[in-house]
């Protein structure tokens, strides 16, 4: 697989299988490592080993290289003593060399766990549905809307301190967001 390819393939988001919360291995074959226990590890080890092609981060000081940028900052500050304002001023004109991965071991047609979205998207959905039906049950005609705040979200409009009717929500389908609104 070309490498233009295996990368676009690696992210594919909608492919790829979620991260189980109680931990894994790595599911690479031939790839023997402990059970991650988390996500973030599990992560690392996916960028060290089964990237064909890794960035190293050199120091412009002492030219020591590391393998990460965090582990750079961490050496700019510890070792050289720096300052935040000093490390961060070096960090910017810092850019990677892209070299081969010398612990490359080629994933194959197996793709990175990515994490559960933190959203129920059954909820929410629930949630739009439930503000459009009443949207839909309590249409509102607002006479003047001239200093009234509307903000957008889920082809409804939502508006908040109507002047002559005080501090209120008042919801209203916006035009050409529905097809059933005229």
Avoid at 124 to 140: N, P
Wanted: aromatic letters at 10%; glycine letters at 4%.
């Amino acid at each position: 697989m070309a490498q233009a390819q295996l990368t676009a393939v690696s992210f594919n988001i909608k492919k790829r299988e979620y991260w189980l919360p109680e931990g894994m291995r790595c599911e690479v074959e031939g790839c023997e490592t402990p059970i991650f226990s988390s996500l973030s590890i599990y992560i690392k080890h996916w960028k060290a080993k089964h990237i064909p092609v890794v960035p190293i981060y050199q120091c412009s000081i002492c030219q020591s290289r590391f393998g990460r940028r965090c582990e750079l900052t961490r050496h700019l500050r510890f070792f050289h003593h720096l300052s935040v304002e000093d490390t961060n001023t070096i960090l910017c004109k810092v850019q990677p060399e892209q070299l081969p991965n010398m612990h490359y071991r080629d994933p194959g047609d197996v793709l990175p766990r990515q994490a559960k979205p933190r959203v129920n998207v059954e909820a929410r959905e629930a949630a739009r549905r439930h503000r459009e039906l009443y949207a839909a049950e309590h249409k509102v005609e607002f006479p003047n809307l001239v200093g009234a705040i509307t903000v957008p979200r889920d082809k409804v409009a939502y508006i908040f301190d109507v002047p002559g009717l005080g501090p209120r929500l008042q919801l209203k389908a916006k035009p050409g967001w529905c097809p059933e609104y005229k």
